[in-house]
């Protein structure tokens, strides 16, 4: 890979970590803020919680959790996955019907800013993929 291309790529990993670290820094806020609605209202409902996982060498995936008490186990939860569709970076409203008043509002509030951190990251990989397989090409021909 070219020098140039090499910098490139570079650049866009230290992005594309930087909003990882923004997506960790928001769950972390996230997290915060519904235990202190917790503490004032006392609702107990289903929580939502996110989760970011490396799905491959270069990239994450942020995704929402349905977390369900485990039977017989004190502050036990299972994380159930809540389906997101393919192609797209915004979970719908209606994912998240199960979460319960005041919750439900800061959840749509995260997911939006989540939604749109997905979407950059999303076009970031993106980039990062054409211009390494472009650097792939264009090493073949001039050998």
Known sequence: MSKEAQTIVTLLDQQYEQLLTDARCLVASYVDTSMKLYKKTGVKSVVAGVSIKQVSPNAYSIYWCK???LQGQKN??????IAKGNGKHKYPAS???FVEYPYRHLVLQVEGRLAEIRRVASENRQLRRTLVAYEKKLGGCRS
Request: charged share 15%.
């Open 67 to 69: 977390l369900v008490p």
């Open 95 to 97: 994912s998240f019907e």
């Open 76 to 81: 036990k939860f299972a994380p159930l996955t």
